[in-house]
């Protein structure tokens, strides 16, 4: 099947740093690959949507400085939480989808950035 | 635009038996997916089972069905024999080609009991 990964799984880091999220399709080249949000017992917020070689299309409501997306190669879209303050943390998931499965998205474990 | 409604936050079942999770759906396309999706504890969201508009036919996965009403723009899941390991969030999902994005529901808590 397909399988999508994220790295780190879990970050800690102080206000006022970056933070890079890697997403990474392993199995498949992702023609887009999504980036969503979820606080505690909520649902999934998209937050922008990456096609390779291209700028990311963010949602109503997300700064487009505040969280930079980068879809560099058609397995690797990266996430950089700039300047991170705690009402950054929250839990930050990926999803990819594939030449011929566009309407299917394969999910990353996610990540849980915490900042102090 | 596209809403997704999940009126159930928590729902309970005893091992073995069967629930139905509801969902609705508000949208002015006629060609779309819907999906449950299934996201345990340790957060990875898995694809349970989909559903193409276009096909009158319920979706079914092993014990996992739906009731799929197009008219009445309504998509319940229903899971049989229930198991301990189906304790998880489920998140009903809505796709169109048009915005090419999912749009979820808030969700509903599954507790399976002994």
Redesign the interface.
């Given at each position: 099947g397909a399988v999508v990964s994220q790295h780190p799984s879990r970050v800690i880091c102080k206000s006022g740093t970056s933070v890079k999220i890697e997403c990474r399709s392993l199995d498949f080249q992702a023609t887009t690959m999504f980036w969503y949000r979820q606080f505690p017992k909520q649902s999934l917020m998209l937050m922008a949507t990456s096609n390779e070689g291209s700028k990311a299309t963010y949602e109503q409501g997300v700064e487009k400085d505040k969280f930079l997306i980068n879809h560099a190669s058609l397995t690797l879209s990266t996430l950089t939480v700039t300047s991170a303050h705690p009402e950054d943390s929250s839990f930050y998931i990926c999803s990819a989808n594939g030449e011929g499965s566009y309407n299917e998205q394969f999910f990353g474990p996610g990540t849980r950035l915490t900042v102090l | 635009a596209q809403t997704v409604t999940q009126s159930q936050p928590e729902m309970s079942v005893q091992e073995a038996e069967t629930v139905t999770l509801s969902c609705t759906y508000d949208t002015s396309e006629s060609d779309y997916?819907l999906f449950w999706y299934k996201q345990p504890p340790?957060?990875?969201?898995?694809?349970v089972i989909?559903q193409e508009a276009y096909k009158q036919q319920n979706a079914t996965e092993n014990r996992f069905s739906v009731n799929f009403q197009k008219a009445a723009k309504s998509f319940s899941l229903k899971i049989s024999d229930s198991q301990l390991g189906d304790a998880a969030m489920y998140?009903c999902a809505y796709?169109t080609?048009t915005a090419?994005?999912?749009t979820?529901?808030?969700?509903t808590r599954l507790q399976v009991t002994l």
């Open positions: - | 997916y340790s957060r990875q969201m898995i694809l989909r998140f796709f080609g090419s994005k999912l979820f529901g808030t969700g």
